[in-house]
């Protein structure tokens, strides 16, 4: 299984990104995906669900602001992150069926203030 990210970067506070990750080595569309980010100093923390019938969770911290979604044809999952704060700069990870699933190697989320 390989999960790999693409789309991190620096941008300035309210600007957008969207991160990418395509998924190799499963049935991607029946696989749940998510999205975890890891602050410095700090644990990671999750920041999207999306399961494979397409049920959506977000941290209340990201509500709002950033959009998850699949594209089941290209094996790759999503982050639209919009109106982004300094407090959003983090490694964000790709996931595959929860902690004790898979994960990508993790794209750096640089947000200057």
């Known amino acids: 299984v390989q999960l790999v990210e693409s789309g991190g970067g620096l941008v300035q506070a309210g600007g957008s990104l969207r991160l990418s990750c395509a998924a190799s080595?499963?049935?991607?569309?029946?696989?749940?995906m998510g999205w975890y980010r890891q602050a410095p100093g700090k644990q990671r923390e999750l920041v999207a669900t999306?399961?494979?019938?397409?049920?959506?969770n977000y941290a209340d911290s990201v509500k709002g602001r950033f959009t998850i979604s699949r594209d089941n044809a290209k094996n790759t999952v999503y982050l639209q992150m919009n109106s982004l704060k300094p407090e959003d700069t983090a490694v964000y990870y790709c996931n595959c069926n929860g902690q004790w699933g898979y994960w990508g190697q993790g794209t750096q989320v640089t947000v200057s203030s």
């Open positions: 080595g499963i049935i991607f569309s029946i696989n749940d």
């Open positions: 999306i399961t494979s019938g397409g049920t959506i």
